[in-house]
């Protein structure tokens, strides 16, 4: 119940297109989904992050769609650039004193220019 | 404001031996969460200190083991190592016990030989 799957593992997107990245939990307890960005050497990004009371949320060229009954969210990353060739990884945890992130596996993404 | 800064960056260490790695938070945040990152694993959560209590500990063995200072500045310690303790160690740092996001430092680079 503590699984988050994270698809697909790679990706390879045109400069200029939309990149799209999937998350599916079990646990209906989560109510904190995190999208982090990791470039080579370096540690984890914060990106963007959802709380279940809202099915979308958008910032600049990247947004995350929510679906509570579904049990799934997403990146759709718009008008993707070289330069977000990165593996991104979503998360999932409870807001609460038992806060601990659970990752998905991650996805390599390549931009081409 | 700066990061969150994990020393040191890379370490070469024997079967046996045991390590210490340090993380200072951001300014002001109290909550410090510990990760491993493997490529086959992926990232998995270690522990997290809030106010020099463990809070939260995943699944990894006693070896692992952790704690926090009065100034928030965390270390963690991991005895009689073995050849899969090699990983990225990352230190995440949050603000407060909940409803706060949290911030990853560069992390460390354990090599067990």
């Known amino acids: 119940q503590q699984q988050v799957k994270q698809s697909p593992q790679s990706l390879i997107v045109q400069k200029g297109g939309i990149s799209i990245i999937n998350c599916a939990y079990e646990n209906t307890a989560f109510d904190y989904f995190p999208w982090y960005q990791q470039f080579p050497g370096k540690g984890p990004a914060l990106l963007i992050a959802?709380?279940?009371?809202?099915s979308e949320k958008k910032e600049g060229r990247f947004t995350i769609s929510f679906n509570k009954s579904a049990k799934q969210f997403s990146l759709h990353i718009m008008d993707s650039q070289p330069g977000d060739s990165a593996t991104y990884f979503c998360?999932?945890?409870?807001?609460?004193?038992?806060?601990?992130?659970?990752f998905g596996s991650g996805t390599r993404l390549l931009v081409r220019p | 404001k700066a990061g969150v800064t994990q020393t040191p960056r890379y370490l070469i260490k024997t079967r046996g031996q045991q390590v210490t790695l340090s993380c200072s938070p951001i300014s002001g945040h109290r909550s410090v969460s510990w990760y491993q990152q493997t490529p086959g694993q992926g990232l998995q959560f270690l522990f997290e200190y809030f106010s020099e209590t463990q809070r939260n500990k995943g699944n990894f063995p006693g070896r692992f083991s952790g704690r926090q200072f009065s100034n928030s500045r965390s270390e963690m310690n991991v005895s009689t190592l073995e050849l899969g303790d090699s990983a990225l160690y990352l230190c995440a740092s949050r603000g407060g016990a909940v409803n706060t996001e949290a911030f990853f430092g560069q992390g460390t680079r354990l090599t067990v030989v």
């Open positions: 959802i709380r279940p009371d809202v």
């Open positions: 998360a999932a945890s409870r807001m609460d004193s038992s806060y601990k992130l659970i």
